[in-house]
């Protein structure tokens, strides 16, 4: 939004009067569903786990246990999961 409102005034001559509000409000719409579909996951991962392991504590304390004990090294394996991923996206090589 500061970049739009920065551009000289010959800027927004280029531009159709009604082209310019209904591309800013397209993107702001589009942000808007990325971070709300996002946050809303990360909520449902985070409560599914924690309840999870009340759960698991209460039928079973020994198993939750060896459960906590394997948890890190599913976390080493998103997180690397998560770098290829990311890395791979970025070099893409068109030959």
Not at 21 to 49: D, R
């Amino acid at each position: 939004m500061r970049a739009i409102l920065r551009q000289e005034a010959g800027w927004y001559e280029s531009f159709d009067i009604l082209e310019l509000p209904a591309k800013v409000s397209k993107e702001c719409l589009n942000i808007e569903t990325a971070s709300g579909e996002k946050f809303a996951n990360i909520l449902q991962a985070m409560v599914m786990s924690v309840g999870g392991l009340v759960i698991a504590f209460i039928i079973g304390w020994k198993f939750a246990f060896v459960c906590l004990g394997i948890f890190p090294f599913i976390a080493i394996g998103i997180v690397i999961m998560a770098v290829c991923t990311t890395s791979k996206g970025k070099s893409k090589n068109y030959d």
